[in-house]
């Protein structure tokens, strides 16, 4: 009896604390996981300063929030998506389909990816090929070049004479990342480029072309780590002579333990990534409906925080959490977009 | 056994009741062993927890003299007055020698963006404040913070530490004029989830947890004994029956994950609940943890011998009455147990909430079950994902409050489990 | 009113039940004492408190559901015609501008008249809507009840009828069961199906190679995507297996000795203390793997001369297995200790140790509990996420030696959700065919597991 009465104990607070559903009257973001840090800065930024309720910002990825962003227009869905890649076709379709014609593309900086190793032992330096023979399944056979076989490479030194003789054992994101993806595009398929019998397959065999210098090797060489870009950071001090791939702001913020390898006599630091000297890092961009600007309050409030230069300007807030700012005239387009709402042009 | 034995050496131990004994010996210090090593673990993590996050509860303020000079507030809205400027202000009169770009943007950076909201904050409370002159306590940087603690390693050369030597030195004369100090961090009881690690508390996860949880147990517990109940005592033994007992046994190995698809189909787009909410969160972890409840109660309602149902039905009682009086009294213990286990499940599980959309950046402390909110788990998961340093030791401490939380029901399960326990 | 509906309803119904249970006293003393009646007084006061509480919550619970739909249907009807040209999903924005209106929330200042007006009406039409559910749910409070109570006599079978509703909440317990199994296939399946149409279903059951490294975009072609099941289903199995190896000895151990052994202080003390086990978050264990078991498996077994990955499927498995513990312990001690005394005192009595007691009379007779418990452990170690995810990796490995890197089934689900590539990919898809695999899969096992249990399960007494 009396563990009855506990329960309706509890099940009348629950009945008195639930309010009817009320409306929504915060910013629902969804999205990239990549974007996550920046967007949050923001929104806290904004939600502190503007009096208004800080919006809600979930770490979907991108795929799930433009999943949830092309589902519709209306209070269910959120308003803005971050992504740590551009809209595709298909997705845009979904959006059109469902009513979402209307949307404004905000690109908002650069994400620089590195490659990092414990301060224990020497920093790498590395080409993008030594990048290419390093991590790619298929390599050009060094006795026979005109031949791909499978990568025979063991250490770094086998890659590049001038590099350690230590084990290549890179931890990296999966496939399903953002992340992985422009680090094989930027890096790897540039590396491949500098081989005539892969550039050659560029025209005559586009699909092998793409196979070739996009896959990468699975025979442990390159290990798949989760997205926790802290552990891939402890795992580097326990094991010096592993090399990491992740964001550049984990770098930035773990500079007393691990450095980053240079990449074509560029270090990956703040003012590399931002002139672009420093060759791999892609952009950041997030997604907001134009139908929910008047209606949800405090969108355009948020919006002008993020594309003021106090958050994405060189100096700004923004930069110091690690994000890499466009150059100023971009900031400028995309602030006069964003101040008119500019819609992208749905095929 | 099968040699016949006289009297007297059945008094002497034989070879064979010495083995027999040693065995029994052995399997008492097993046990013990077994005991003893999970003991250890259960020690071993709360150490390295412990040792990570107890400085999380300390946190550095440096006291600034702010002038709220008049002109600043000419806007018609406090809100809209300069506030990071006033800091910056303060900064300078204290260390006028700073002059070039470089060392005012490093100065600058000793102080917590937060500073601005404690000044905002004071002059909403009292607009007479403005034209004074006040001695106010703010949050230090994060890396200050870190560098008072020791997480930062003064001996390292500049290029492989985040604070300069030049803050180190303004560090140091802060320090002796008793203007830096760590007190009680109050702030992580009190304010939801923030970007900046000296900002960001527990308050709103905590709720959420709290919240979440109610939903969970009002729903899991009575649903679950129910069901247990009627499965072992009152179900026709056919294939009905065994369907649904594979059923459940099945649904204790589906990935959480699943179960959170499922409550987005069910919950969310179809009866239209709002994300992101403990109500949904609840009601997600009660799917999940009901196979947990049902086999566990299951198991105990099975030990509880026949003899006991045949004496009840035998001086008249109704299936009912027997099971009601005689039967879940005594399975009482093990469906506690099993609620124990299920909750602390539900208590650290992330993954089904990532679809409902708990897996979420929320500053404002929820204020009932439908408001937006995040749990424990997921802000541990989020603050063990962020870069900033200071946000290891926000985890550990995250991580403390959670078994605090736990530790909490199980204590009241315990005392439920002592009441209700008999042995014969 | 309206928030005082919930506890008014429980203390009409609380009100019913004394007066029902004394209205069948009364009638019990009138014809000559308790016997005569058919059920026991406090049986008529359930049935009253029943007959009162159950219709009212029922449209109090409905309401809950159907009142923001109702008002805003009606709200939604006098807004201007320009508004109501709107699709419906932009009517929903609309609307949900009434309700911010409505409840003050923000932005009154420059709101338009019309909805101005909405908010008005919203607020209005809600509160006659919400007084007449009051008198609604009153009359449902007081009505059923005076007529349950009006019916009370010594022949009406009111024990029949409380124990038959309270059979029939029972039933509708159980059936939540097979109502989560059936949405959880149909939330998985369409997807699945779709998933189906790109990938051939028997490379997908049999394959024995997962590499989901599709094209994230249009303008890079496909390269190998492999979706075989198989090596994710095997490193499933053999991080599970470690993981029991460690929790089954421990665990069982450990419960036969607080349950046999141990002075009841101990049991009282050390059985939350590993409860603790279960509910530390599951991230902790996963650096513990990583960070501090990884490497000293490495490091020992390169002293031993052996080829050992940083992320290994030992190293999880260890840890996972500390985590399930209290699983077994938990679950199975509870089931020791509630084998009848008398049983035990036989066996010693006959001369029997007790290890040879536990291991021949105790043990058999606890067996469904302790299986029951394993099983439970087996579906926790299956369905973890987050440890394999920091200390196994990612990379799918098709092997059984535990020193290699391994994934698991739900890994690979979780990181296929929560990627960056677009949802409809079959990248995506595969999560939900890996998910409805490893649910038939585990029906499998459990078919078994019932099966097995049925035909060594030992009933005493």
């Known amino acids: 009896m009396k563990v009855t009465s506990i329960f309706v104990a509890g099940a009348l607070t629950l009945a008195l604390t639930a309010p009817a559903m009320a409306a929504r009257d915060y910013i629902s973001i969804v999205g990239s996981s990549t974007v996550y840090p920046f967007a949050t800065v923001v929104a806290e930024q904004f939600g502190k300063t503007s009096g208004s309720k800080t919006p809600k910002i979930e770490s979907t990825g991108s795929g799930g929030g433009f999943k949830l962003f092309c589902s519709g227009v209306g209070v269910n869905f959120p308003d803005i998506t971050n992504s740590s890649r551009a809209i595709k076709a298909s997705e845009m379709k979904t959006c059109a389909d469902n009513g979402v014609t209307e949307i404004v593309e905000v690109k908002i900086g650069y994400d620089g990816i590195v490659l990092a190793n414990s301060k224990t032992v020497e920093a790498l330096k590395l080409t993008r090929q030594d990048i290419f023979l390093a991590l790619a399944k298929e390599v050009p056979d060094p006795a026979n070049p005109e031949k791909l076989i499978a990568n025979p490479y063991k250490t770094w030194k086998d890659v590049n004479s001038a590099l350690a003789d230590t084990k290549i054992e890179v931890l990296g994101p999966p496939p399903t990342s953002g992340t992985r993806d422009a680090f094989v595009e930027l890096a790897m398929e540039t590396g491949a480029d500098t081989f005539p019998v892969i550039e050659g397959m560029k025209k005559t065999d586009k699909e092998g072309y793409k196979r070739v210098s996009q896959t990468v090797r699975e025979d442990g060489a390159y290990i798949e780590a989760g997205e926790n870009d802290n552990l891939i950071v402890q795992k580097l001090q326990a094991n010096p002579t592993a090399v990491g791939i992740f964001g550049f702001s984990f770098l930035d913020q773990n500079a007393d333990v691990l450095h980053g390898s240079i990449i074509e006599g560029e270090e990956p630091n703040f003012e590399g990534i931002a002139k672009g000297a420093y060759p791999v890092s892609r952009p950041l961009f997030f997604y907001v409906k134009k139908a929910h600007v008047d209606v949800i309050p405090g969108i355009k409030g948020y919006l002008a925080e993020f594309t003021s230069e106090k958050a994405w300007g060189e100096e700004g807030y923004l930069a110091d959490k690690g994000m890499i700012p466009m150059p100023k005239e971009e900031r400028q387009l995309f602030s006069k977009n964003v101040a008119s709402l500019k819609v992208m042009d749905m095929k | ?424 | 009113m309206y928030s005082y509906l919930l506890p008014c309803i429980l203390l009409f119904s609380t009100g019913a039940y004394y007066w029902g249970a004394s209205r069948a006293n009364s009638i019990a003393e009138a014809s000559g004492g308790m016997r005569s009646l058919h059920s026991l007084p406090s049986h008529y006061g359930m049935l009253t408190a029943l007959s009162s509480a159950l219709p009212a919550l029922l449209l109090f619970i409905i309401w809950q559901m159907v009142e923001d739909t109702i008002v805003t249907s009606l709200v939604a009807k006098s807004l201007p015609a320009e508004l109501l040209q709107l699709s419906a999903n932009e009517l929903t924005l609309v609307l949900n501008e009434v309700k911010n209106v409505a409840f003050g929330g923000f932005g009154a200042h420059n709101t338009a008249p019309a909805i101005q007006t909405a908010a008005d009406l919203y607020l209005s039409t809600r509160s006659w809507m919400r007084n007449l559910l009051g008198m609604g749910t009153i009359f449902c409070c007081l009505v059923p009840a005076v007529i349950a109570y009006r019916s009370i006599n010594k022949d009406l079978r009111a024990r029949n009828l409380v124990e038959g509703t309270v059979k029939i909440f029972l039933i509708a317990c159980s059936t939540v069961a097979i109502l989560t199994t059936l949405g959880i296939v149909l939330s998985v399946v369409f997807e699945a199906l779709i998933f189906f149409q790109s990938v051939n279903f028997s490379d997908f059951l049999l394959g024995l190679q997962w590499s989901p490294q599709t094209a994230m975009r249009v303008d890079q072609a496909g390269s190998s995507g492999a979706f075989g099941a198989v090596p994710v289903f095997v490193g499933t199995l053999l991080i599970a297996l470690i993981a029991m190896a460690v929790a089954i000895p421990i665990g069982l151990l450990a419960a036969i000795y607080l349950s046999e052994y141990a002075s009841s202080r101990m049991r009282t003390w050390a059985k939350p203390m590993l409860e603790i086990l279960a509910g530390i978050p599951t991230v902790v264990y996963g650096f513990f793997a990583a960070l501090t078991v990884a490497p000293l498996i490495r490091d020992f077994g390169q002293s031993l001369g052996l080829q050992v990955s940083s992320e290994s499927a030992l190293a999880a498995g260890l840890v996972m297995g500390i985590m399930i513990i209290p699983f077994v312990s938990s679950l199975s001690d509870d089931v020791i200790h509630a084998v009848p005394q008398s049983m035990r005192d036989g066996s010693l009595a006959l001369g029997a140790t007790r290890f040879e007691t536990i291991m021949l009379v105790i043990i058999p007779a606890a067996l469904p509990g302790i299986v029951g418990s394993i099983l439970l452990a087996v579906s926790r170690a299956i369905g973890e996420t987050m440890i394999v995810v920091m200390a196994a990796g990612l990379s799918a490995n098709l092997t059984f030696n535990p020193l290699e890197a391994v994934t698991t089934v739900t890994v690979q689900i979780v990181t296929l959700l929560v990627g960056d590539q677009e949802f409809d990919s079959p990248k995506t898809l595969a999560a939900f065919a890996l998910g409805l695999l490893l649910f038939v899969f585990t029906l499998f096992l459990n078919f078994i597991a019932l099966r097995v249990v049925r035909r060594y399960r030992e009933q005493y007494e």
């Open chain 2, 1 to 424: 056994m099968n040699s016949i034995e006289t009297t007297s050496d059945l008094l002497k131990p034989t070879t064979r009741l010495k083995r027999r004994y040693r065995v029994e010996r052995w399997f008492k210090r097993l046990g013990l062993t077994a005991i003893a090593l999970s003991l250890s673990f259960v020690a071993f993590l709360f150490f390295t927890i412990f040792s990570d996050g107890y400085t999380a509860f300390k946190q550095s303020y440096i006291e600034l003299e702010v002038h709220f000079a008049a002109e600043e507030f000419s806007q018609e809205k406090l809100a809209n007055a300069d506030y990071p400027g006033l800091v910056k202000h303060a900064m300078r009169t204290m260390f006028p020698e700073v002059t070039s770009r470089e060392g005012k943007k490093f100065l600058y950076s000793l102080i917590s963006p937060a500073a601005a909201y404690t000044l905002q904050n004071m002059v909403e409370a009292d607009p007479k404040m403005i034209g004074t002159t006040q001695k106010v306590w703010v949050l230090a940087d994060d890396d200050v913070d870190m560098l008072m603690k020791g997480k930062i390693d003064r001996s390292l050369g500049e290029g492989n530490r985040r604070v300069r030597d030049i803050q180190l030195a303004w560090i140091d004369r802060l320090e002796s004029e008793n203007r830096l100090e760590t007190r009680f961090n109050k702030t992580f009881f009190t304010t939801g989830d923030s970007r900046e690690p000296e900002l960001a508390g527990i308050l709103g996860a905590v709720k959420g947890s709290f919240f979440t949880l109610l939903i969970t147990l009002s729903l899991s517990f009575p649903i679950g004994v129910a069901a247990a109940v009627y499965l072992e005592e009152f179900a026709p033994e056919n294939k009905w029956t065994d369907l649904i007992e594979i059923n459940i046994n099945n649904l204790a190995a589906v990935p959480s994950i699943i179960f959170g698809l499922l409550g987005l189909a069910i919950f969310i787009n179809f009866w239209g609940l709002p994300r992101s909410t403990p109500m949904v969160g609840g009601l997600v972890l009660t799917l999940m943890t009901l196979p947990t409840i049902i086999i566990a109660g299951r198991a105990s309602l099975k030990s509880v011998p026949p003899s006991i149902r045949e004496a009840a039905l035998g001086v008249g009682a109704s299936k009912m009455q027997t099971v009601t009086h005689h039967v879940l009294p005594l399975a009482m213990p093990g469906m506690l147990t099993g609620t124990i286990i299920g909750m602390a499940q539900a208590l650290g599980e992330t993954a089904p909430l990532l679809m409902i959309g708990m897996v979420a950046f929320i500053v404002d402390v929820p204020g009932g079950i439908t408001d937006p909110s995040a749990v424990l788990p997921v802000q541990i998961y989020l603050w063990a994902d962020s870069p900033e340093r200071g946000f290891t030791e926000k985890t550990a401490a995250a991580i403390m409050i959670l078994l605090t939380f736990l530790i909490a029901m199980n204590s009241l399960a315990v005392f439920l489990r002592k009441k209700f326990e008999i042995k014969w």
